[in-house]
């Protein structure tokens, strides 16, 4: 059994080898996590494993048994709104190609949920396995620096 | 902070952006290649026998498969889609499985066999051009795949007025693109017989030429759709519509959907690189600072195939001399044929080689006449009214080198940083250094090919906007761009204009997105459709309600004084009422551009750009390592349309050019890629940098219908050249081989 997005899978003995990232493109259509390099040096297979950071197309399925999975589709409300940090990597123009943001998104998530008011150096730290090649990060940081403030406004800064 | 606006923002940031590679279709099949494992040889036979027998394989398609033409190019038809006979390169494709599924597809392809008869190869320019060397492509008659010079004033003259002459030579590496999506591509035959194509490539028409090719149809047989893409930086063109009509071939002979989807080993494998240049520079100065000549010889690795070689040299020979004033000049640039893998585009498209060389040169110069760098610099660069070293008079635009020099030099503190530079002082553990460099940018196309662009924009009847341009969204937010180029021109809130999904089979080619001419060309089509579709508004509303209308704005119609007529809406009623569509086709045609093969002049684009960035560092005197401190940028663009995007193109730029300054370096072995996957090949990572300054300077383009020029390439291909100049003041050492290998092995 595994929860992803809150929906929980139970997963037939025949899939149990298959690749976290294959299984969420191919089988549950959640092509938001995607595959840039398969060995888990890019970052773009992001995914979140009971809150931790990991790369989906270096686990196989019985690895994440009775696990909780987020992955981007996970995040927004279902309202169809954004997520203030969806809001915020819009907003900041941290978006160009579009094909490391899931990746950076929920990395992005993972640290702001341990530490609400990281330093630019501690953003770049949490970011350092996503690639990006377009936008040279910087707003990228932007974005999450922002989202820390909308996410807990009561923190001190 | 000025909020991005950016059409595809929400569905990217949603992941539910489809890419080439999330789609699929109903009874679709998975084709994959097999590449050679050889860069020269002759293809004797291929047994496909056991292959065609492993579960799930429906067909091996092989070069006698293709009903087309075998061989393709942008230039030079010489690109085998599949190999034919003889193999020059090891990004070669010789055959394709095609299977229910990719796993099948790539567990039958192991097991074709390949008769071979190994070929000498060559694997340096150099070599290529011996005069006994074996002919790479013979049907081109030679290796030299194509020459450019420049003439100009008397290289004698200029050797006898100098005071100083001095050699330099400089090398640059192949580059991989490493755009984080690789190619990939999903094809079928509709109903009514047109191939369908969507695919990761940043050029539909020339994906469509490609496909078109390799079946031997006509061109409005193929529909080649856009979908969003995973990067592309010049390095989704030939291989990728490589992959798309190789998709499109498998798609035809099996009758089924299929789609081709490359991992990174094979994308690394097969797809070109940035061109590595040999250049020997050799320069003259005069005590008073002034370049008296420039004298140059650039070697291009052009790899097995032409690519787009002659337009990237092209732009190096325009370009040979950096953005300074030189009464003679004698470049010599040579596209040349070897058996590594090929070259092709790349952000900066020939002019981070010549920067690279001629940014470090000036500085040389400028040190063994003790004249200062930016004195040295001041004193020869291109003013209002210059001249070019291809006799091109910079006259119709600003001449903005002192502007973006200045905001760069002041921002960064530079006249006083420069003098706590280290020069390798053996009491420091960690020696700083400061650096900067400048260019000027051709824009667009410029007199290698014709440059000309369309937008469609055809308002509804509810008075909501369908936007559509000869422009591809590469990424960089080109579609953004024309939306916002369009609501301004229309005075109508973003919200009201789509950009269309765009389709070849729609619109007409309006080129390829390159040489960062989207939102020039693009945006200069969109102006004029937008001007376009307000005449014809305004003449419905002169007609049948006698009022004449001078301004559009958020979403109004006003009369001269300012008193409005109707709004938007009412008077996109009124023209559907009247049998009006208020339906624009708008272009853009260049100015015209000159040049002469001969002696290298003419006037070789019909604008420019200029920039400089700044790069502090430090560098640890035991172990190399060099840490980014600070990188500072000032470009001129015309007009900011998109002030957050233009600040990420530069952040992108300099950082993908720190890294070719820095580290990046695709090795080959025997012609190979020895990197096999990005584990291998180092990009920048946030940890390795600073934070970054964007000064954005807006000149507005008189060339230009929305006043914009370009930012994509200029932001690339001055940063390494800035880093090494740092480098230089750090450590007291010249780096004239990119990248710069400081590290103790």
Aim: proline fraction near 5%; glycine fraction near 8%.
């Amino acid at each position: 059994m595994i929860i992803i997005n809150t929906k929980t899978y139970t997963i037939p003995e025949d899939l149990q080898d298959k690749k976290l990232s294959a299984f969420l493109r191919e089988d549950l259509g959640l092509t938001g996590t995607k595959i840039g390099c398969d060995i888990g040096v890019c970052g773009s297979c992001t995914v979140l494993v009971n809150g931790e950071v990991k790369r989906s197309c270096r686990l196989i399925l019985k690895d994440v048994e009775g696990c909780e999975i987020v992955s981007i589709e996970g995040i927004s409300p279902s309202d169809g709104s954004l997520h203030p940090l969806q809001q915020a990597f819009v907003d900041a123009g941290a978006i160009q190609c579009g094909f490391c943001t899931p990746g950076m998104v929920l990395s992005a998530l993972a640290l702001l949920m341990q530490n609400h008011r990281p330093s630019r150096a501690e953003i770049r730290q949490a970011l350092k396995g996503n690639l990006c090649r377009c936008t040279g990060y910087q707003q990228i940081v932007d974005a999450v620096e922002i989202a820390a403030k909308t996410m807990y406004p009561n923190d001190n800064d | 902070m000025e909020k991005a606006y950016r059409n595809d923002a929400y569905a990217k940031v949603t992941g539910k952006a489809k890419y080439a590679d999330d789609y699929s279709m109903p009874y679709m099949l998975h084709a994959v290649p097999l590449h050679s494992p050889v860069a020269s040889a002759y293809l004797k036979q291929i047994d496909c026998s056991e292959a065609q027998n492993m579960p799930g394989v429906i067909r091996v398609v092989t070069a006698t498969d293709i009903p087309g033409k075998i061989k393709f190019g942008q230039i030079i038809p010489d690109y085998p889609t599949l190999v034919h006979k003889r193999i020059r390169s090891t990004g070669d494709v010789i055959a394709l499985v095609v299977a229910e599924s990719r796993e099948q597809a790539l567990a039958a392809s192991a097991r074709i066999k390949l008769e071979l008869q190994q070929r000498p190869a060559l694997y340096t320019a150099e070599e290529a051009l011996l005069p006994d060397a074996e002919l790479i492509n013979p049907e081109h008659g030679s290796n030299i795949c194509n020459y450019h010079r420049i003439r100009t004033g008397d290289i004698e003259t200029g050797e006898q007025e100098a005071d100083i002459v001095f050699d330099q030579e400089f090398n640059t590496s192949h580059v991989e693109h490493a755009y984080l999506e690789p190619e990939a591509s999903l094809c079928y035959q509709r109903p009514d017989g047109v191939m369908e194509v969507i695919g990761s490539m940043q050029h539909p028409f020339s994906t469509r030429r490609f496909v078109a090719s390799t079946l031997g149809w006509e061109l409005k047989d193929v529909e080649v759709k856009t979908v969003p893409m995973g990067g592309g930086f010049g390095g989704k063109d030939d291989t990728a519509a490589l992959v798309c009509a190789r998709a499109a071939l498998c798609a035809f002979l099996t009758g089924r959907p299929v789609k081709l989807t490359y991992s990174r080993e094979m994308s690394m494998r097969e797809s070109y690189k940035r061109h590595p240049y040999k250049m020997q520079y050799r320069m003259g100065v005069k005590c008073d600072g002034r370049i008296t000549f420039v004298k140059v010889r650039m070697l291009a690795d052009s790899g097995a195939y032409c690519s787009v070689t002659p337009w990237v040299t092209w732009r190096s020979t325009v370009q040979c001399c950096g953005c300074y004033e030189v009464p003679n000049v004698h470049c010599d640039v040579y596209g040349v044929y070897t058996n590594n893998i090929f070259t092709g585009a790349f952000r900066g498209f020939g002019s981070p080689q010549v920067n690279w060389a001629i940014e470090q040169l000036v500085e040389i110069a400028a040190e063994k006449l003790a004249i200062d760098e930016m004195e040295f610099r001041r004193i020869n660069m291109v003013r209002q009214g210059s001249v070019t070293v291809t006799n091109q008079v910079l006259e119709n635009h600003v001449v903005s080198l002192n502007e973006v020099m200045d905001n760069v030099l002041r921002e960064i503190d530079y006249k006083a940083k420069r003098e706590r530079c280290s020069f390798g002082d053996p009491n420091l553990d960690k020696w700083y250094g400061i650096g900067y460099a400048i260019s000027y940018r051709g824009m667009s196309l410029g007199a290698e090919g014709v440059d000309f662009n369309s937008a469609i924009i055809n308002v509804q009847p509810d008075g909501s906007v369908l936007l559509e341009t000869g422009v591809h969204e590469n990424g960089q937010g080109a579609e953004s761009a024309m939306i916002l180029i369009a609501a301004e021109e229309l005075g109508l809130p973003l919200s009201r204009i789509r950009y269309r999904m765009p389709s070849t089979s729609n619109i007409p080619d309006g080129g390829t997105t390159v040489a960062s001419r989207g939102t020039l060309m693009g945006g200069g089509a969109t102006t004029n459709a937008a001007r376009i579709l307000k005449s014809i508004i305004s003449e419905a509303l002169e007609k049948h309600l006698q009022q004449k209308a001078v301004h559009f704005c958020e979403g109004n119609i006003l009369d001269e004084s300012g008193l409005v007529i109707c709004t938007w809406n009412e008077a996109i009623r009124l023209c559907y009422s009247e049998q009006i569509y208020p339906y624009a086709f708008g272009v853009f045609q260049a100015p015209r551009v000159s040049w002469d093969e001969d002696t290298g002049h003419g006037n070789a684009y019909f604008t420019w750009v200029y920039g400089c960035q700044a790069v502090e560092l430090e560098v640890d005197a035991k172990t190399g390592k060099v840490t980014l401190l600070n990188m500072v940028a000032s470009h001129d663009v015309g007009k900011a349309i998109n002030p957050a995007m233009v600040k990420g193109q530069i952040y992108g730029g300099m950082v993908m050019g720190a890294g070719y300054g820095l580290f990046e370096e695709l090795a080959l072995k025997d012609g190979a890629v020895t990197a096999e996957n990005l584990h291998q090949y180092r990009v920048m990572r946030a940890t390795d940098l600073p934070e970054m300054t964007a000064i954005i300077v807006e000149n507005p383009d008189p060339c230009s219908p929305s006043k914009a020029k370009g930012i994509g390439e200029p932001t690339l291909e001055i940063t390494a050249p800035a880093v090494a100049n740092a480098i230089y003041r750090a450590t007291g050492k010249r780096f004239t081989d990119q990248p710069i290998k400081l590290r103790k092995p």
